[in-house]
């Protein structure tokens, strides 16, 4: 029983840890997602520039 208590704890580890890392890669992709529309570059700010 022993080894079922700790296998349930290092499951719990591992899915806060998924949990915290889709967390952070979420806000990142929303903060770039609006960030490139405010301030557009690559091809959109060469387009513009002509």
Known sequence: MLAAEVWHWWIGVALTGVAL?????LIGVYLKTVSSQK???GKR???NDL
Request: charged share 20%; glycine share 28%.
């Open 45 to 47: 700010r060469r387009q």
């Open 39 to 41: 301030y557009p570059g």
């Open 21 to 25: 890392f889709l967390g952070v890669g």
